[in-house]
């Protein structure tokens, strides 16, 4: 069976220092991957997602950026971390015909 | 552009008592349609999905939910709530593709409290 891992589960940070947040999955390949923020524990904002390695294709410009290195990994990253860079970070994976699953997220504090 | 629309951002339902969580969503061609619970500081998890077929999908812990394509709807149903099913609900689409990339629009959530 499939399954998504990410962690940290909680992370509190410094402003300016750097970020790097970690999504893998198994049982699958070639999976679609995601990385969504949710603030104030409501919309879900799509930051990046990613059909294959190497290929990232951003939503919103900011602050972060993401990598695939591997088929089945994919990395959320800062170089300096802002305030406004708070909140519930979620990663998934698709395929065409399951939908999407989830990640348990990662709770960032920017301090 | 695909889109989803959830008109309240909070249901109170008595439990025992029926509930019902609205969506209406539009997409261009045949929809995809999920809806999915977030518990608190967790992911979101899956509790039903339509493709094709029945207009009424069933899923997870009992809840079901009823596509109405001319009103381009797919509401959230259970008949008989329980203090558990308090959570955050997502209703989400997708055009129905068989290319791949079904990046997914997710709606903004609807709370939903459940009180004895």
């Known amino acids: 069976s499939q399954t998504i891992h990410q962690w940290p589960a909680t992370l509190v940070q410094p402003v300016g220092s750097p970020l790097s947040l970690e999504c893998t999955v198994e049982g699958t390949s070639n999976p679609n991957l995601y990385w969504y923020r949710q603030a104030a524990g409501r919309g879900l904002q799509l930051l990046f997602y990613s059909v294959g390695i190497g290929q990232i294709s951003s939503e919103v410009p900011q602050n972060l950026s993401a990598s695939r290195p591997q088929d089945r990994q994919f990395i959320l990253s800062s170089k300096k971390l802002l305030l406004s860079d708070s909140g519930f970070y979620l990663c998934?994976?698709?395929?065409?015909?399951?939908?999407?699953?989830f990640g348990s997220g990662t709770r960032l504090t920017v301090v | 552009a695909q889109s989803v629309a959830q008109p309240e951002d909070q249901v109170n339902v008595a439990e025992g008592n029926p509930l019902t969580v609205k969506c209406t969503y539009s997409v261009s061609g045949n929809p995809y349609l999920f809806w999915y619970v977030q518990y608190p500081n967790r992911g979101l998890q899956f509790l039903l999905k339509y493709i094709t077929g029945d207009n009424l999908v069933k899923g997870s812990y009992g809840f079901e939910a009823e596509f109405n394509k001319s009103q381009t709807s797919f509401h959230l149903k259970k008949p008989s709530a329980l203090v558990s099913d308090s959570a955050l609900y997502f209703c989400a689409v997708s055009p129905l593709r068989t290319g791949g990339g079904n990046k997914l629009t997710f709606g903004t959530g609807t709370q939903l409290k459940v009180e004895l």
């Open positions: 998934a994976w698709s395929d065409r015909f399951y939908g999407y699953t």
